[in-house]
């Protein structure tokens, strides 16, 4: 295989001239995002929203700055920052003045301090925006306090009214649920494992970034050099042509593996930045990378077989359009739903899509279920060598020169 090392070479070296896909495929995730999250934190927290109080009952105007203060608590926990005005009668309130309108009307104290009282609060956001309705679940969450705190209140005047002593919070919470995990077999699980299949979602999403990588660079590896004019001068090169295709299957591989690491190391990053709790295990991390690798050896000889087909590199990247969809379909649903437990028909429907079972790699075993981590990965294996063989069919010196889309 001397001459697939030459063409391994050949790609490598042209690929290290190629400064701008370096950069694109290893420093950018790495770099942009991190600082994609880090500049929608400084974005979020740096917002500043008007919240106006309008306090029309005078009993509540006596302790409306207990219930600035309580708000604003609320608001830094949630990562708002407001400037609140209070009023005592809503007419003085311009409806421009305000992103959050907090109002209180005459008759709330009253109603709030009868044994079955029931004291009204409305609070009108500015529609559109995602800060005036982080603000508003702020502002209840202050009220809901409130309301835990008037009930404690009132549970313990009836108790001295009936004279028996009562526990509040048998009231405030009569049903307590408490959280437990478990495996597919039935065995218990701990949190650290329930956070590492957790993560294990977030790494089966990360596999789509490790598609986009090798199609491109598998298409312009083969019709880049149709453009180019140079894919003849190639062919007649004293080397066989399976020695040319592994080569460049080879290099495809080692750019996409490169590609994969800086990704799965940016979207890590990325979530954890974003306040995303999981663990990651050695274990998880060798499966996901396993996975990576079989994924890359796979997409590219799909893509060779696409390119091979295709006169010019907008061609193939049309019709290479497809697979890295149908990758995004599969591994952005991830997130969302349990791939294992779709029906019979669609689930079938998935399974013949080999992107499937890189992510059904990861979610098995994060699961506990290795056996079915194992066949999933023989699937894989599978694939990639049925897809190699029909690539080594196409890449022919025929198909590579004459053919025409």
């Known amino acids: 295989m001397a001459g697939a090392k030459t063409v391994l070479w050949k790609e490598l070296k042209d690929l290290s001239r190629d400064y701008r896909t370096l950069v694109a495929v290893v420093v950018l995730p790495l770099i942009g995002l991190p600082g994609l999250a880090l500049l929608t934190g400084v974005l979020v927290t740096s917002q500043t929203i008007s919240l106006a109080v309008v306090v029309e009952d005078p009993y509540m ?20 920052a407001a400037n609140i005005s209070v009023y005592t009668n ?13 109002y209180i009307p ?21 529609i559109g925006s ?15 306090m409130l309301s835990q705190n008037i009930v404690r209140d009132r549970v313990l005047r009836l108790g001295d009214m009936a004279g028996v002593r009562v526990n509040p919070e048998g009231f405030l919470n009569p049903i307590v649920v408490e959280r437990g995990f478990h495996k597919v077999t039935g ?45 003849e001068k190639l062919l007649m090169a004293p080397i066989s042509r399976r020695s040319l295709l592994v080569g460049k299957l080879a290099a495809s591989g080692i750019l996409g593996l490169l590609s994969a690491v800086a990704d799965g190391a940016g979207i890590i990053a990325f979530f954890q930045i974003s306040g995303t709790q999981f663990t990651l295990s050695p274990t998880i991390i ?10 890359v050896l796979t997409t590219a000889p799909l893509i060779v ?40 028909p669609l689930s079938l429907a998935l ?10 790699m990861i979610h098995n075993y994060a699961l506990g279920e290795v056996e079915a981590a194992l066949l999933n990965a023989a699937v894989m294996t599978g694939y990639w060598v049925l897809l190699t063989l029909l690539a080594a069919r196409s890449f022919s010196t025929e198909k590579l020169v004459m053919y025409k889309s």
């Open 286 to 295: 060798i499966v996901w990378f396993a996975a990576v690798v079989l994924l």
């Open 351 to 360: 399974s013949l899509v080999p992107f499937t079972h890189a992510a059904l």
């Open 187 to 231: 065995a218990p699980a701990t949190g650290a494992e329930a956070s590492v299949a957790q993560a294990a979602r977030i790494l089966e999403f990360s596999l789509f970034f490790v598609v986009n990588p090798t199609v491109v660079f598998m298409t312009d590896s083969i019709v880049g050099e149709k453009e180019r004019k140079t894919i």
């Open 106 to 126: 005459d008759g709330f104290y009253s109603n709030l301090t009868r044994i079955d009282g029931q004291a009204r609060v409305v609070v009108s956001i500015l």
């Open 305 to 344: 077989f696409i390119a091979s087909r295709s006169e010019s590199v907008r061609a193939a990247q049309n019709a290479s359009f497809l697979v890295v969809m149908a990758a995004l379909a599969i591994y952005f649903s991830t997130l969302m739903v349990d791939l294992s437990k779709l029906p019979g």
């Open 90 to 102: 809503l007419s003085d309130v311009a409806p421009q003045e305000a992103d959050v309108l907090v």
């Open 61 to 80: 105007a006596q302790n409306v700055g207990l219930l600035v203060n309580a708000i604003n608590a609320s608001l830094q926990l949630y990562g708002v």
């Open 130 to 144: 995602q800060a005036s309705e982080t603000a508003r679940q702020a502002v209840e969450t202050t009220f809901n």
